[in-house]
């Protein structure tokens, strides 16, 4: 079965069998951006069946991806095409799903493993089309953040920061005392900006471990870093720390080609040309959200 779907105002589309459970368990969040068949930027199969390991040339291979359970590796083929393998932290002989990538990156055929009788845990599954989707769109501009996003006033504010640092806590507390203030996506929204030059951030299928998969969109009002504090004080960064801070959480990956990293080095620093870029030193109390607030919205940063 074939279904399309637009996200970021990217159109792709995703076949799948219909009996296959774990596609069917990510369906739903996708289907949030379900949009009529018309022309894709990335052509996604999905089948399952027995994987075996290839002789390719391997050109990425982590001793740990950083992603939760997962880890991968990378590889070339004679034609110069991407492969990627994808494998559980504490089972790396097993490959779980194999994902090639045409030349181009506008197709990917997933293969994930049924070699046990059983389908595999679907994190598998949306990591690899995480990784498909920005395969195929850093080059139009198209970049996804480790950010939790929240919608006040009509924009959309970007808080980063490493795992355990506080974004989702922070995010929260504007949830419960900001007015208006509601979760756009709570770990990978994705940036883009519009024909008409606006900075937008965008939801998208991917949201960590909150299940918050929306279509929508907002003009970026600012990108927050937050910082552990017992002093709730935002500070605005320069353009050289800003771009270090948007870089260090907008993803990427070491076999990405000329191309794409010029794209996204170009438009991380367009961003930083149109967006405050901010460090928020906070305590994880509601204070620290309406100072944030306040300072992003009333006053001038």
């Given at each position: 079965m074939k279904q399309f779907f637009e996200?970021?105002?990217?159109?792709?589309?995703?076949?799948?069998?219909?009996e296959l459970s774990v596609w069917n368990e990510l369906r739903p969040r996708f289907e949030v951006f379900g949009t009529a068949e018309q022309p894709t930027i990335l052509d996604v199969d999905v089948t399952a069946g027995e994987i075996t390991d290839d002789d390719n040339t391997v050109i990425y291979a982590?001793?740990?991806?950083?992603?939760?359970?997962?880890?991968?590796?990378?590889?070339?083929?004679?034609?110069?095409?991407?492969v990627m393998q994808f494998r559980h932290i504490d089972e790396k002989e097993r490959i779980r799903?194999?994902?090639?990538?045409?030349?181009?990156?506008?197709?990917?055929?997933?293969?994930?493993?049924?070699?046990?009788?059983?389908?595999?845990?679907?994190?598998?599954?949306?990591?690899?089309?995480?990784?498909?989707f920005l395969m195929a769109t850093t080059a139009n501009g198209t970049l996804l953040i480790h950010s939790s996003t929240v919608g006040c006033d009509g924009k959309g504010y970007l808080f980063q920061g490493k795992s355990g640092t506080g974004k989702s806590t922070h995010a929260r507390m504007?949830?419960?005392?900001?007015?208006?203030?509601e979760l756009l996506n709570d770990d990978n929204p994705l940036i883009r900006f519009t024909e008409e030059g606006v900075p937008?951030?965008?939801?998208?299928?991917?949201?960590?471990?909150?299940?918050?998969?929306?279509?929508?969109?907002?003009?970026?009002?600012?990108?927050?870093?937050?910082?552990?504090?017992?002093d709730n004080v935002l500070k605005r960064l320069a353009p050289l720390p800003a771009y270090v801070s948007l870089t260090t959480s907008i993803f990427h990956l070491p076999f990405?080609?000329?191309?794409?990293?010029?794209?996204?080095?170009r438009t991380i620093e367009r961003l930083v040309q149109s967006v405050p870029c901010c460090e928020m030193h906070c305590r994880p109390d509601a204070e620290a959200a309406e100072v944030c607030h306040r300072e992003l919205t009333i006053k001038t940063i």
């Open positions: 996200i970021a105002r990217n159109i792709i589309s995703i076949t799948a069998p219909a982590p001793e740990f991806s950083g992603v939760g359970f997962i880890t991968g590796t990378a590889s070339r083929t004679p034609k110069g095409n991407i799903l194999r994902m090639a990538l045409s030349d181009d990156f506008s197709r990917a055929e997933i293969l994930i493993d049924t070699n046990t009788g059983k389908e595999e845990n679907p994190y598998f599954l949306t990591h690899a089309l995480m990784l498909a504007w949830l419960n005392n900001i007015e208006g203030a937008t951030v965008y939801g998208s299928p991917w949201s960590g471990k909150t299940p918050c998969y929306r279509k929508v969109s907002a003009p970026i009002g600012a990108f927050v870093r937050i910082v552990r504090d017992p990405m080609t000329e191309e794409q990293r010029d794209v996204r080095h």
